[in-house]
């Protein structure tokens, strides 16, 4: 199997492997002992991984005179690759946090949105949905990096928590020993079935719980870190609701004292990942990660700047002040693993599932081209519909958008192509839609067209390729304000930034790729990637040159 170099800066370290499709989840070590195996001198004790949900690639350095504490260390102690993008369409948060996790595009993990279409049942299925668990990471179709440790060493141990149940459960894997996600309704850390009964959850987890840190907030504002004449010099707009009054200091919880609505705004605020911080402290403590020289793997995701930015765009006071205050909760989580562990014995690693687009009403005010879905396009696909139905009789056609409905089209077999024909045209024409095609018809010449093949997984992906207009958002302003799910670069570009043992940082300008992270990790971790199965490969072409 040849080994690649993910790029020249990190050829020692970082190392790629390019491997046959892994057809199941196992972990395959290609017969290599999975017991008693010896641990390679300078092994980590522990890589922590940290994800930044709607963490865009320009964030950072935009910021970064403001950084002094764990995003400007590793900004200075880790290699950070500056122009690091996912290489798949859907830029949501379960294909980008399984990408991350797996080291292959969706088209061979599975994960193609949040959730998609199941033909069979007729029903939205969601990315993480288990009839007999509530929720695991079943529709994940390959090991994730966590399940290739447990097969090489099975004393490692394997956790992954967060806000979100999609980004803990993707990233930990099949064989996590926990994984665990903040529970709206009673502000909590909530796991499935998946990872055991009741009984058999550890006594620390609800331990935690019982502690109601939470309480500090109750009755108090979120207000900002800085005021927002210190924010002037980094383009930062508070967003104008019109007559709507939305600005600092806002209230956690509405107005209502029930508990239920303060713990759901929790989530909504950045006191949801300090509170996740909290108990990845209490996890590494309790299950003693980094104790001995088997690797352990901790997964962490923060989830704050994903929900505050879609409520206010990526150049609000809010959105700003989720980054100063996550920048000071990754100080901590550094800082005391530094204590415990010592940085010395650890790998680092930072990246985000997807970024962000400006606000399109902002972008048309400012002189732009963008805008989103609204009475145009919906009346747009209303009229295809009846168009459909006028020429051709029989059913709806269209289910769920970029879905045919198969009964109707198999009743007018002998007019199918017409009828797709039809469809990809009047979609074509409507308002803010840049193109429609069928899948075997993408080209992965066009740059464009890569991604949407790289997220292409036939029994989950839809009929139709459906592309959006830059700064394009398919939604009105009353569900989000801004967005993302485009191949464009503002959605793709992620930060990706590497701390090794000893902190040496350096800047990397090529470009990289997302599938490229779970791959450099391994050999890390000591995996040898001769002998491990699946993941994509990747030589360092520069394959979004001509975007």
């Not at 019109?242 to 508990?259: K, L, M, Q, S, Y």
């Not at 400012?366 to 805008?371: A, E, H, I, S, V």
Request: include cysteine; charged fraction near 25%.
């Amino acid at each position: 199997m040849k080994k690649l170099a993910l790029l020249a800066a990190l050829a020692a370290l970082l190392a790629l492997a390019c491997g046959a499709p892994a057809d199941a989840p196992e972990a395959e070590a290609g017969g290599e002992e999975t017991t008693g195996r010896a641990v390679p001198e300078g092994t980590p004790r522990l890589v922590l991984l940290i994800v930044v949900d709607q963490m865009r690639g320009d964030y950072l350095e935009r910021f970064r005179p403001l950084l002094n504490h764990g995003l400007g260390r590793l900004l200075q102690e880790g290699v950070v690759f500056t122009d690091a993008h996912h290489f798949h369409s859907a830029t949501e948060t379960a294909p980008g946090h399984a990408t991350l996790a797996t080291g292959v595009f969706p088209k061979r993990h599975g994960i193609v949105g949040n959730s998609w279409f199941d033909r069979e049942s007729g029903n939205d299925v969601y990315c993480c949905g288990d009839p007999d668990h509530g929720v695991s990471p079943r529709n994940m179709l390959v090991p994730a990096l966590g399940d290739l440790l447990k097969a090489a060493y099975p004393e490692a141990r394997v956790y992954a928590a967060s806000a979100k149940d999609r980004a803990a459960i993707l990233m930990g894997g099949h064989h996590a020993d926990g994984a665990w996600w903040y529970g709206r309704s009673a502000g909590s850390f909530v796991t499935s079935t998946y990872y055991g009964d009741e009984e058999s959850q550890p006594a620390w987890v609800e331990a935690f719980n019982d502690e109601d840190r939470l309480a500090v907030h109750f009755a108090n504002a979120w207000n900002p870190l800085l005021p927002l004449d210190h924010t002037s010099a980094y383009d930062i707009e508070p967003l104008d609701r019109g007559p709507f009054i939305d600005t600092f200091p806002h209230a956690v919880g509405g107005f209502t004292v029930e508990r239920e609505a303060f713990y759901g705004d929790i989530y909504r605020s950045p006191f949801v990942d300090s509170y996740l911080e909290d108990f990845a402290e209490t996890l590494i403590e309790a299950e003693d990660l980094g104790a001995d020289e088997v690797p352990d793997l901790l997964a962490v995701s923060f989830s704050a700047l994903d929900t505050v930015g879609h409520g206010y765009g990526p150049n609000a006071p809010e959105t700003l002040d989720v980054i100063l205050r996550l920048d000071r909760t990754i100080g901590e989580l550094l800082d005391f693993v530094d204590e415990r562990i010592g940085l010395e014995n650890v790998v680092v690693a930072l990246s985000s599932d997807h970024g962000v687009g400006e606000v399109p009403d902002l972008v048309v005010r400012d002189g732009g081209d963008g805008g989103r879905f609204g009475t145009d396009q919906t009346l747009c696909l209303q009229r295809l519909q009846s168009r459909l139905k006028g020429r051709f009789g029989g059913g709806e056609f269209l289910v769920d958008t970029f879905y045919f409905d198969g009964e109707s089209i198999a009743a007018e077999e002998a007019n199918r192509a017409a009828i797709e024909d039809e469809i990809i045209e009047a979609m074509s024409d409507c308002p803010l839609i840049a193109e429609v095609v069928r899948p075997a018809e993408l080209d992965p010449a066009n740059p464009l067209h890569e991604l949407y093949l790289n997220n292409y997984y036939p029994e989950r992906s839809g009929d139709l390729v459906v592309v959006v207009e830059p700064n394009v958002l398919p939604v009105p302003a009353s569900v989000i304000v801004a967005s993302h799910g485009s191949p464009y670069a503002y959605d793709t570009h992620v930060p990706l930034i590497i701390r090794r043992q000893d902190g040496a940082g350096q800047v990397v300008e090529a470009r990289a790729n997302t599938i490229d992270l779970a791959p450099s990790l391994a050999p890390i971790l000591g995996l040898d990637l001769d002998t491990i199965a699946g993941f994509e490969g990747f030589d360092g072409t520069d394959r979004l040159a001509d975007r």
